[in-house]
T-cell receptor
Framework: KQEVTQIPAALSVPEGENLVLNCSFTDSAIYNLQWFRQDPGKGLTSLLLIQSSQREQTSGRLNASLDKSSGRSTLYIAASQPGDSATYLCAVAGTASKLTFGTGTRLQVTL | SAVISQKPSRDICQRGTSLTIQCQVDSQVTMMFWYRQQPGQSLTLIATANQGSEATYESGFVIDKFPISRPNLTFSTLTVSNMSPEDSSIYLC???????????FGPGTRLTVT
């Protein structure tokens, strides 16, 4: 059974800092890995999708990497802003597009 | 990307009653997924709803408790039956994008059972 873990569980940084969120998974037989953002009281917003054959994806200030063989992914956020405050979830896709979610990292960016 | 709406957005229900949650997608999709997010927890897949066939439930979830309908390619409902306080969660539906790679989520239904 796939298990996904995210470290740290919570993180508080001052505005402008670069930060890294970590995601690890136990079964490397995945189709892709997706990073989401969840704001309180709202649904999930897809941030980045990395196919199993890819090593990284970038979107604006966000960069996600994938090391499938070691079961790890990182989400790098450059020059953090207060608007980045949210919970970040990683999810791995197994068969039939089913997602297994990580435990989440709650990020707070302070002024 | 797909645009997904859910109704209701939130509800407070009494123990022992049932609530039906609706999920509407702006395009035709073969698969729709229902997830549950319990307080302070991550998302857990409840079932896959395929049009024209019965839903497929994940371990720990049963049809009697969470009956699902999928009458067409743009709509699905999830019913939470005989509710208890442990059913208090956010329920989200999702659909895969083209090629079944990226997944898109609805805004969720926040259910509180008293």
């Amino acid at each position: 059974k796939q298990e996904v873990t995210q470290i740290p569980a919570a993180l508080s940084v001052p505005e402008g800092e670069n930060l890294v969120l970590n995601c690890s998974f136990t079964d490397s037989a995945i189709y892709n890995l997706q990073w989401f953002r969840q704001d309180p009281g709202k649904g999930l917003t897809s941030l980045l999708l990395i196919q199993s054959s890819q090593r990284e994806q970038t979107s604006g200030r966000l960069n996600a990497s994938l090391d499938k063989s070691s079961g790890r992914s990182t989400l790098y956020i450059a020059a953090s802003q207060p608007g980045d405050s949210a919970t970040y979830l990683c999810a791995v896709a197994g068969t039939a597009s089913k997602l297994t979610f990580g435990t989440g990292t709650r990020l707070q960016v302070t002024l | 990307s797909a645009v997904i709406s859910q109704k209701p957005s939130r509800d407070i229900c009494q123990r022992g009653t049932s609530l039906t949650i609706q999920c509407q997608v702006d395009s035709q999709v073969t698969m729709m997924f229902w997830y549950r997010q319990q307080p302070g927890q991550s998302l857990t897949l409840i079932a896959t709803a395929n049009q024209g066939s019965e839903a497929t439930y994940e371990s720990g979830f049963v049809i009697d408790k969470f009956p699902i309908s999928r009458p067409n390619l743009t709509f699905s409902t999830l019913t939470v039956s005989n509710m208890s306080p442990e059913d208090s969660s956010i329920y989200l539906c999702s659909v895969p994008g083209p090629g079944h790679y990226e997944q898109y989520f609805g805004p969720g239904t926040r259910l509180t059972v008293t």
